[in-house]
């Protein structure tokens, strides 16, 4: 794995909401290709982090390194422009969708590859008509978010996140939002991503699916690290206290 | 009877004019106000507070008076009624939209910030391509409420002078010994008013394409 590319390095990361420490000297890489989980209770500081490495929110101290570009370093920003360019290789998939209500399917497609990325419109449609069709949803480019379905409006939110062709995507909880018989359509999304080598950081609560999915697994509880490793080491046979508890509560993870 | 009713269209006229000029300025008006309302430097959202606390504090009769009367009195010079009656609208009606805009901008969640930011929009896209266009279905309603009230608020630009439908209303019908002509003026404000509230539903059933 160390023969790839670095495209995400956190280091000693800290992230303090005024006096209360929600991120703890947090520390891990991923690399090209690779498929991170990020698992851990609610409140353990998962989504934060995610949100800092998204520039949704200000570090208190650390450092943040994108495709070996420092985001920040030691708790300061580079610059403005830097920061955008760092943003772009970046896409996130939001818990709930956050689809554009104004847009149709295809136009939360397209905007934003015509208006920051100056592709012309011809190209934003090819670009967004091969990825609906791979998401199986090529009947609905002209419907409305309204008119889908929870596991629609996500495939369409993953499919307007990868028309940016961000080097890595981040998917925070992108199933919890829905109802359980809609989970398994994200999930297959998510695993041919996986299957085509796209580099990926998942949080989420389905342990099978993040143990068959990751090639690293990081337990977070209060803030930091618990447990870091492979799929096997952490959720098949965690060592500490801590994750043993947590996974026994999830009796289809081991 | 006929004589009366060409009076009356003229001062229909004017009342459109004070109608059309004042929504033509006042609604722009009301984004900065409502920007500086929401602006994080609190020096200037208390002013715009201020601004908003007096304008909506105190009649709007008294403010066309205000305006009209206030530069004779500091200056010496006076001037036109018509154009005064139009700013101290303007200013009214602004601080009553900008009120309106803050609540449709705080309508908006955060994640449809979060989406824009992640996808590379700047701060003045996300504005213009995402948050405008919903802000403006959700304040159309109000906004039609609003609208509506201009129409008859347009009736008290008579007392600087401007001869608008009422106040022609008022002197015919004086002339004329009757109540006829004020009679009259109640159907015009309502056709004009029934006009406004079907431009509304039109707008708004244009709109309606989503949630």
Redesign the interface.
């Known amino acids: 794995m160390n023969s790839s590319q670095e495209i995400i390095g956190v280091s000693h990361l800290e992230k303090k909401f005024d006096s209360l420490d929600v991120i703890h000297d947090i520390s891990f890489s991923v690399y090209e290709g690779e498929v991170l989980g990020i698992i851990g209770p609610s409140g353990s500081g998962k989504s934060t982090l995610l949100r800092c490495i ?3 929110t200000d570090v208190t101290a650390g450092s943040i390194r994108i495709c070996g570009k420092n985001l920040v370093t030691d708790g300061v920003y580079a610059d403005k422009e830097l920061l ?1 360019e760092i ?2 290789n ?3 998939v ?1 818990q ?1 969708f ?5 847009f149709s399917v295809l136009q939360n497609i397209t ?2 590859q015509i ?3 100056d592709k012309t419109e011809e190209q934003a449609e090819q670009t967004a008509m091969t990825l609906l069709e791979k998401m199986g949803l090529t009947s609905k480019a002209h419907a ?3 008119e889908l379905s929870g596991g629609q409006q996500q495939r369409v939110s993953i499919a ?2 990868l028309a ?1 062709k961000p080097k890595v995507l981040l998917f925070d909880e992108p199933t919890s939002a829905l109802d359980p018989e809609l989970t398994g359509e994200i999930l297959s999304v998510i695993r041919s991503l996986a299957e085509e080598k796209m580099t990926m950081v998942v949080v989420t609560h389905e342990m099978a699916f993040a143990r068959d999915l990751s090639d690293q697994i990081i337990f977070m509880d209060d803030g930091i690290i618990v447990e870091q490793g492979s799929p096997d080491d952490v959720i098949r046979h965690p060592r500490m206290e801590r994750t043993k508890l947590f996974l026994s509560r999830f009796s289809g993870g081991r | 009877m006929i004589q009366m009713l060409v009076i009356m269209l003229q001062g229909t006229v004017v009342s459109l004019e004070v109608f059309f000029l004042t929504l033509l300025f006042s609604l722009p008006l009301g984004l900065p106000v409502t920007a500086a309302r929401m602006s994080k430097n609190s020096v200037v959202s208390q002013i715009a507070n201020v601004f908003m606390l007096i304008i909506r504090g105190t009649p709007l009769m008294l403010q066309l008076i205000f305006v009209y009367f206030m530069p004779y009195h500091i200056f010496k010079v006076s001037w036109d009624r018509f154009v005064a009656a139009i700013v101290a609208l303007s200013v009214n009606y602004a601080a009553y939209f900008a009120e309106i805009y803050r609540g449709g901008i705080l309508a908006i969640p955060a994640g449809q910030y979060e989406a824009a930011k992640v996808l590379g929009y700047t701060r003045w896209q996300t504005f213009y391509r995402i948050v405008l266009p919903q802000v403006v279905r959700h304040i159309i309603p109000a906004t039609g409420n609003e609208v509506i009230t201009l129409v008859k608020d347009t009736a008290l630009v008579q007392v600087i002078g401007v001869a608008e439908l009422l106040h022609v209303a008022q002197t015919t019908s004086s002339r004329q010994f009757s109540t006829m002509p004020l009679f009259v003026a109640g159907v015009f404000y309502f056709v004009m008013n029934w006009a406004v509230s079907a431009a509304f539903q039109q707008f708004e059933k244009k709109l309606n394409y989503y949630r």
């Open positions: 998204m520039q949704l955008r943003g772009l970046l896409g996130l939001f709930n956050n689809l554009f209500p104004h905007d934003a208006h920051v990325l409305y978010p309204c307007r996140a940016m």
